[in-house]
């Protein structure tokens, strides 16, 4: 049997990632410090799924881990600090995290008889390009701490790849939406602060959808279902290995229009107040996704898809 070790199962793209997994037949362990994840996120009284709560910066709880189970096939590492302005206000803690504790997970893993190492990276290594589609080869000027981060662990996966026989895959997930992301923190992803203003003025608030800048901004939103699929073929496609992908749908779509598409979905026409811009917002944002055309995979669903499936679970609530 397949067996795989989430880290950051328990959060939002990784509980997704679980139940992919789970329904590949794997045996699936999630190791997760429930610091934004939450346990309710994972299917309760599922077999074949254990639930570990550590953190991954504590080389104990991975040694006991690979350990205990000397078979694990993948490693698919989601555990982050993923909050952007987090990082920037504390460097040290986020580099703690998101790049110290990739190097230990890779070190645990350094001569075992892992298939893959699957890392969450992110289009912030890019900063704020002018290419757009941006594609892997283009240069990579991260512009804060979190991006910086996630291109290092990017470069010792490569060394440990090629130095160590250690094989990886990374993916550089664009804007990422779905359920259960928490629309609670104002560095929430604009889709699910959205959904959340909309169902407010459904229920006769008068608090206004906010858009910061003229709206005319784009940003290249993937549905979760999409991420959680591609990260398990990547996975288990053999002749994968050692490779950078941009994950995301390749298109562009404006902040207003996402604005007047999730209005429409939930029937309301709600007050929009234009705001300043955002410090450091970047204006265009959208993968070339080329290199991810040259597998077999394809996307189950479309940004309109996703925006009806989010939409029909937050109805349901
Ligand atoms: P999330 O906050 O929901 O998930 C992160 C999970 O990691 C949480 O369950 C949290 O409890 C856990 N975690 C954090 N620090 C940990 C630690 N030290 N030890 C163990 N567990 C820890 O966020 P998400 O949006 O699901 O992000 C998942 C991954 O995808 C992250 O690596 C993030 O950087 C990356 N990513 C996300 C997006 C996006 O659009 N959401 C975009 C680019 C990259
Ligand atoms: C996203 C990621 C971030 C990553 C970055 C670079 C999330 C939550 N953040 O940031 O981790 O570093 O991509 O690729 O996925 N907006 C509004 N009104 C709102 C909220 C947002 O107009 O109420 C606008 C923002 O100003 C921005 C756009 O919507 O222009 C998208 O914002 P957001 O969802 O926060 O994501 P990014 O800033 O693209």
């Given amino acids: 049997?397949?067996?795989?070790?989430?880290?950051?199962?328990?959060?939002?793209?990784?509980?997704?990632?679980?139940e992919t997994c789970l329904a590949h037949g794997h045996e699936v362990i999630v190791l997760?410090?429930?610091?934004?994840?939450?346990?309710?996120?994972?299917?309760?009284?599922?077999?074949?799924?254990?639930?570990?709560?550590?953190?991954?910066?504590?080389?104990?709880?991975?040694?006991?881990?690979?350990g205990a189970h000397p078979d694990i096939d993948y490693v698919f590492h989601?555990?982050?600090?993923?909050?952007?302005?987090?990082?920037?206000?504390?460097?040290?803690?986020?580099?703690?995290?998101?790049?110290?504790?990739?190097?230990l997970l890779m070190?645990?893993?350094?001569?075992?008889?892992?298939?893959?190492?699957?890392?969450?990276?992110s289009s912030a290594v890019y900063g704020d390009t002018k290419t757009v589609p941006v594609p892997?080869?283009?240069?990579?000027?991260?512009?804060?701490?979190?991006g910086a981060d996630k291109l290092m662990a990017e470069h010792y996966l490569r060394i440990y790849n090629d130095a160590f026989n250690l094989p990886f895959v990374a993916c550089r997930f664009f804007n990422v939406f779905g359920e259960r992301q928490d629309p609670s923190s104002p560095y929430s992803g604009v889709i699910s602060i959205f959904f959340d203003r909309a169902l407010a003025c459904r229920n006769?608030?008068?608090?206004?959808?906010?858009?910061?800048?003229?709206?005319?901004?784009?940003?290249?939103?993937?549905?979760?279902?999409?991420?959680?699929?591609?990260?398990?073929?990547?996975?288990?496609?053999?002749?994968?290995?050692?490779?950078?992908?941009?994950?995301g749908y390749g298109k562009q779509t404006t902040v207003a229009e996402l604005a007047r598409?999730?209005?429409?979905?939930?029937?309301?026409?709600?007050?929009?107040?234009?705001?300043?811009?955002?410090?450091?917002?970047?204006r265009y944002s959208a993968a070339d996704i080329?290199?991810?055309?040259?597998?077999?995979?394809?996307?189950?669903?479309?940004?309109?898809q996703g925006l009806q499936l989010l939409w029909r679970c937050l109805k349901g609530m």
Avoid at 5 to 18: C, E
Avoid at 107 to 121: D, V
Avoid at 136 to 146: G, K
């Fill in 1 to 18: 049997m397949t067996k795989s070790l989430v880290t950051g199962g328990a959060g939002f793209i990784g509980s997704h990632l679980v």
């Fill in 32 to 66: 997760d410090n429930l610091s934004t994840g939450k346990k309710e996120n994972l299917p309760a009284g599922q077999t074949g799924l254990q639930f570990v709560e550590g953190d991954i910066t504590d080389r104990q709880i991975l040694h006991q881990i690979a």
């Fill in 78 to 103: 989601l555990a982050a600090l993923v909050s952007v302005p987090q990082a920037m206000a504390e460097p040290a803690r986020a580099h703690a995290v998101n790049f110290d504790g990739t190097l």
């Fill in 107 to 121: 070190e645990t893993f350094r001569g075992s008889a892992l298939k893959k190492f699957i890392f969450a990276s």
């Fill in 136 to 146: 892997e080869t283009a240069a990579t000027q991260p512009v804060s701490t979190y």
């Fill in 204 to 247: 006769g608030e008068r608090e206004p959808l906010v858009i910061y800048g003229d709206g005319q901004q784009t940003r290249d939103f993937i549905y979760v279902g999409d991420v959680a699929n591609a990260l398990v073929f990547l996975a288990e496609s053999g002749a994968v290995r050692g490779t950078v992908f941009n994950l």
């Fill in 261 to 282: 598409k999730i209005m429409k979905l939930v029937g309301v026409d709600c007050d929009v107040e234009f705001q300043e811009p955002r410090a450091g917002d970047i």
């Fill in 290 to 304: 080329s290199q991810l055309h040259t597998t077999q995979f394809a996307f189950a669903y479309s940004l309109d």
